[in-house]
């Protein structure tokens, strides 16, 4: 009986772990496939790193958020600024003031822009494959496990 009850238990969680992350993979694909649809669309122009800062993370006082403000212009004179965090490595390393990264912009909105593609997308596509590598992993040993007869995994208890 207790066998039972932790074989359901493995059950609901391999398959619980498996349908999560395959959700995640969909909102994840959706998502990648909205802002490469939108960077193929947008107008690309040369962004300036004008401010790098740090604020206090208010759930780990020892690990701050890290910001880099960069200033963009439009063909029509008009700068937009804006803020995006980084990680560390991109914050000691890579982005340095005064240097230039491209920006992928809305003509028709600005505000709707996207900072250094080239960095961000192939972090964002391994992230989406390692969901999904989750996912199968669950749902397969999930399958497994609720395909297995239910003999053999008892008979080698008893022996």
Known sequence: MIYKFRRLLR???LWGVGIVFLVMT???????????????QATVTSAI??????????????DPDLYVRYEFSLPDNTVISDETTVSYNEYTSVYA????????????????HLFDVERS???????????FGISLVGLIFGG????????????????
């Open 121 to 131: 997308f192939p972090n964002r596509l391994n992230s989406l494959l390692l969901i």
């Open 26 to 40: 969909f909102i994840g694909g959706y998502m990648y496939l909205r802002d490469s649809n939108f960077v193929r």
């Open 97 to 112: 003031i005064g240097r230039q990264y491209e920006v992928h912009y809305d003509a028709d909105n600005p505000s709707r």
């Open 144 to 159: 497994v496990d609720l395909l297995w007869k239910r003999g053999m995994g008892t008979q080698s208890r008893k022996k």
């Open 11 to 13: 059950q609901v969680f």
């Open 49 to 62: 790193v004008t401010e790098k800062y740090t604020q206090p993370n208010p759930n780990d006082s020892s």
